[in-house]
């Protein structure tokens, strides 16, 4: 292949992010990299109308042979759980992610009560299904790697540049210290509240990562929001490509902000029920007033915003070596 390529596979809510770019030095001469794998929950399968897919059925109809590098943006379940069937299926060389490379070994397995609530549940899944990802990860030989601001500039295949953004170090252990408590704490009670917590918090622990290819520069925030870029006050998050944090909702980007980024184009990441308040219409009016196009990895209904958008499978972006843009939806 030549240039990249950047498919938003359409996991419903959720996102899975699959980069592809020329390099002489992999398998097939070609990098993959797959950043989250959306949710691994029968469910959100179930009404497939709107061309929805688990990200693992989608490989391997593409009949994707290898993937060199797994990315886990942060532990939540419609971004963490996909990534265990991936994990299982294919033997990347990395997988990036905000914890140090053995945390994983020190986390006991989640008891996931019945009575609690599905978001609850949801998230304990998640972290357990971390913990799995690593353990097979680690078992076949794959690099866990830690990552941070404070990470060097990172080059994964030729010509393709990646900066994390966020969050620092410090976020991190705090991060860690929250995951702890909810492995170690034995009244029941306090477990809950301490995953509640950590689950309120977690996507503002996203990593962060500014994407830099012929000239071009793609912002995948994962699912930080308005109130993840206060440390970012003095940074440069000018991007022809934007994916709007925390699936558009309401609280996914400021005007303010969005005016930094200044994006051509604009990804979001809503599921076609607008689950949770996704794909606000304030959001999407904002952005389009700021001049941006808008395009989904899903089919979210918002009149006047998403008219006459057809089911697809993903959402495909290119962008040439002389740095053109394109898109196109993929049924």
Known sequence: MRGLRLTFINVGYGEAILLETADRTRKDGVFRALIDGGSAEPEEYHDISSGRIPVIRWLER??????????????????????????????????????????????????????????????LNSVNDY????????????????????????????QLKMTVLEPALDREELLGRMITAICTETDENAARSAANRADAAMN???????????????????????????????????????????????????????????????????????????????????????????????????PGQTDNLEPHSALIYELSEDGRISFRYEI
């Open 131 to 158: 913990r799995n990802v690593c353990r097979i990860l680690a078992a076949k030989g794959c690099e866990i790697r830690q990552l941070s601001c404070e990470s060097s500039c990172l080059i994964p295949a030729e």
């Open 62 to 123: 593409k009949e994707i042979s290898h993937i060199d590098l797994l990315v886990n943006t942060h532990i939540h379940e419609d971004h963490t759980s996909g990534l265990l069937a991936v994990a299982e299926r294919y033997a990347p060389i990395s997988f990036w992610q905000e914890l140090p490379p053995l945390f994983y070994q020190t986390m006991t397995p989640l008891y996931v009560r019945e009575e609690l609530q599905t978001t609850e549940k949801k998230f």
């Open 204 to 302: 503002n622990f996203s990593l962060m990562l500014m994407i830099e290819y012929a000239g071009r520069r793609i912002l995948l925030p994962g699912d930080t929001n308005q109130n993840g870029y206060v440390r970012l006050k003095d940074a440069d998050l000018s991007a022809d490509i934007f994916k709007v944090g925390h699936h558009g909702q309401k609280d996914g980007i400021s005007r303010d902000i969005f005016r930094r980024i200044r994006p051509e184009y604009v990804i979001c990441c809503a599921s076609s029920d607008r689950r949770y308040g996704s794909a606000s219409p304030e959001i999407l009016k904002m952005m389009r007033e700021e001049g941006a196009e808008l395009t989904f990895s899903d089919c979210p209904d918002v």
